[in-house]
């Protein structure tokens, strides 16, 4: 990390004394010159541009999507790159409404990062090289958390439930995306995750991030992304209800509907605790079928989450990533690099087609610092960080 050993970071929230603890818990690690607090609110303009001004990246780690202009303006006010780690349509329209002034200011704003969205289409993007031509691509996630050992905020289940507003069943088959019928709530894709977690069921979800790939590769027949349920009761009585329920009340649904997933998650918990997300892709090369698949997998999801955003920083510190305009962390990042990085981290990493294993063991010797400071730093809503 001799590329980073200059940066400071500054982490922010509207909770000074929790942005202090985290400051003196990283500042005692590496440096308290190089860590500051301060306090910062995403719904006041004034605050968020005092707080970003001197700033060279903000990274919004908080779940403000409805605030989401109001930090845009502030950083193209100050000057300030951005990136984020929010799931959710109504950012994605208000940032791609103002992708020319991005563009025009000369500053890099990244959306869309972390684990889904943020790894499904760099996954696909990794291994179409390997073909010549890639016919289907196929990226699934199942998460297992103990939630009954967390301590949920209700703004942590309002974000939770917030997704299901956006949730879309589609997926990508003979030419065009195609809403997925009730054939496949009843009878499922299932893929197989290892671990102890074996074949699972998995839901289509649509994410922005996969719409590009059938133009990059123009072979593809089918792709999308699925994900893996949370057990019996979540997936096939809550899910519906919340979905349900914010289609009529889109507002004030929210709360209540994030106690009840809150309560149902934490008496449906099951081992083993473990999140993973796999490709698995098929096609030809050099004239015969040719398969391949990546699996990634940790046993702390918000470890997970917070890793593949540290890699994204780590190229955009060195300039390889760093362009005008706004971008998606799936597309924007080197998708080697990024899985490089996060076996650094702890993270398992198995690609079939890689003759270089990227499993975490072989990286004992080189550790990135920043399992710890990954963690400390996106997950926990503290806000935004600074000069990273």
């Known amino acids: 990390l001799a590329n980073t050993a200059s940066v400071a970071v500054v982490i922010a929230g509207r909770r000074l004394s929790k942005a202090k603890e985290v400051a003196a818990r990283l500042g005692g690690r590496f440096g308290r010159e190089r860590v500051e607090a301060r306090l910062v609110d995403a719904a006041a303009p004034e605050s968020l541009r005092s707080a970003f001004r001197d700033v060279t990246i903000v990274v919004v780690a908080s779940s403000t999507s409805g605030y989401t202009r109001t930090v845009a303006e502030a950083a193209l006010s100050e000057h300030v790159d951005y990136i984020d780690i929010i799931y959710s349509s109504s950012k994605l329209s208000e940032l791609s409404r103002m992708k020319d002034r991005i563009e025009r200011a000369g500053l890099c704003f990244i959306t869309d ?14 291994i179409a090289g390997r073909f010549d031509s890639l016919q ?7 998460i297992r958390i103990d939630w009954a050992s967390l301590d949920l905020s209700a703004s942590t289940l309002d974000g939770f439930v917030e997704e299901f507003a956006d949730f879309q069943s589609l997926t990508y088959v003979d030419g065009r995306w195609r809403r997925a019928g009730t054939s496949l709530y009843v009878k499922p894709a299932e893929m197989d995750f290892g671990e102890g977690l074996g074949r699972q069921p998995c839901y289509p979800m649509y994410l922005d991030e996969m719409r590009s790939l059938p133009d990059l590769y123009p072979e593809l027949l089918e792709t999308g992304f699925f994900v893996g349920g949370f057990g019996a009761i979540v997936d096939f009585i809550v899910v519906p209800l919340v979905m349900a329920v914010l289609k009529v009340a889109p507002r004030k649904g929210i709360r209540p509907m994030g106690r009840l997933m809150g309560w149902s998650l934490r008496k449906s918990a099951r081992p083993p605790f473990v999140t993973a997300l796999k490709v698995e ?13 990546v699996l990634i997998s940790s046993d702390d999801a918000y470890l997970l989450t917070a890793a593949p955003v540290v890699s994204c920083l780590l190229q955009y510190l060195d300039g390889s990533i760093r362009s005008p305009g706004l971008w998606l962390q799936a597309h924007a990042v080197d998708p080697k690099r990024v899985l490089q990085d996060i076996g650094k981290m702890d993270i398992r990493v198995s690609d079939s087609g890689s003759t270089d294993s990227l499993q975490a063991n072989r990286f004992q010797g080189s550790r990135l610092p920043m399992r710890s ?16």
């Open 113 to 126: 990062g972390g684990f889904h969205p943020g790894l499904p289409a760099m996954l696909v993007r990794h």
């Open 136 to 142: 289907r691509a196929r990226v699934g996630s199942v």
């Open 281 to 293: 892709a098929s096609g030809f090369q050099d004239g015969q079928p040719h398969s391949e698949e």
């Open 373 to 388: 400071v990954a963690k400390d730093l996106l997950p926990d809503a503290v806000g935004k960080s600074g000069l990273m």
